[in-house]
């Protein structure tokens, strides 16, 4: 053999074992995925129902397992019994650990334990087509007074810290999702279930809210739920002019609460006694991640409309208008910030107007809460605008996706980008994927439950059978 055929033989050699190496490594830094280009709401992906449930009900094997045999959706029924006492959710069907399969999964129904799972494969495969954690909402969240027992705030840090930088929030993504390529990597999570959470979770309404500001940004409002019940939200004021509203709870009953804010986290909140001319208030301390620790409730007069500012750090002026006469009285408080009480005195008439409880200012910053409607939320929805911000809603950051099922309420459609009905409803499923919505088809186990076109996710109880695998297949699913 001569030196050149010695030389293009040796090159020949190395370019076989160069092809045999990339084969074991994957495709190239910056390499296409096939599948890439395609927009998301037109792909279709391998999905899986009640994915906790493995083969107790159905044949889906471990989260782990579904996971490397492609499935891209995995469903967890969630429920918030005994949240205060185990500090989160348990997964299970009709009930915590109903129906779920232990084999190759968490010994426990706590959610965050078969969240870490998912992270955890999906930090291990970091070009994995774009991976969506349902979450089937078993309970009413609402009735959760608080972060403490497992309102929508504990479960949005929960979401948050389980998948960090790899969560995509649906808050960044206020159109179209993109192509599977820009998507590669990212968890994206989805509320689904109970209908009163999920709405909730998009608006929130009441009636007579009012506000107060801070110099350091932080915002509190305080509102009566139109029932008597007497709610707040914290939240800080952004550089964008934004309100990041971050915690959330019921702390009384009552009607037409006011409320007053210092520039350490103090806060003094009035209000009117829902059955009678009482006039209460409470003290309460603003901590870094917005929780409020609150004192009792006191009375300190009778009367209607009370109004409540700082005029410094530890004093205050309150006035309300008597309940027999258009006269309005003021009070003078002291506030002992240790012991969380006020010490009024100085009670007399005042002709100065009722104070604008609705509006609040701290510098240039500057907010205003009211009730209306937004689009397809009611007239009662929580509202505020800044400088900044002509009208947004008071509502929970948007970590999650709503999910959107035939018979919801219409805030639930506004600008929802995933649907779902049973896999039997094809003319709700065929209907929403030509709108190029991403449409979920649940109970998915037969191939007569396919529509064209197909549902973006046929979430099947049994991934493995060989009519759903050629499905997918035929189909192009993307993993």
Known sequence: MTTLHLERHRLAVVAVALGAAAALIGPAAGAATPGDSLPFASAIFKATHNSYSGNVDGSKGSITAQLDSGVRFIEFDIHDNGYATNGDYSIGHNSPGDAVDHTGNPASNRLRDWLQVINTWSAAHPAHAPLVVMLDL?????????????????LNQELSDAFGPRLLPAKEVPGALGTIGSLRGRVLTLLSGDAGTRTEYRRDVGADPAVAINARGQVVEVHDNGGGSLWYWTGTYGSDGRITWRRHGRYDSGTTPAVALNDNGQLVEVHKSQNNSGLWYRVGQLDATGEITWSASRQYDNGVQPTVRFTAAGTLREVHRSQSSSQNWAWAGTLDASAL??????????????????????????????????????????????????????????????????????????????????ATNSSFITAARQSGHSVRGWDFDSASNATSPLANYPATNHPSDAWYTNLLTQSGAVS
């Open 341 to 422: 009480t006020v010490a009024w005195s100085g009670n007399a008439k005042t002709a100065d107007a009722l104070p604008d409880k609705a509006t609040a200012a701290s510098g240039s910053s500057r907010v205003t809460v009211r009730t209306g409607t937004d689009g397809a939320a009611p007239a009662q929805t929580l509202l505020y605008s800044t400088p900044a911000v002509t009208t947004d809603r008071v509502r929970y950051v948007q970590t999650a996706f709503d999910e959107y099922q035939a018979g919801d309420a219409a805030v639930l459609q506004e600008g929802a980008q995933f649907y779902a009905a049973t």
């Open 138 to 154: 078993k309970d009413n969240l609402t009735d959760n007074p608080s972060f403490a027992e497992g309102n929508l705030t504990a």
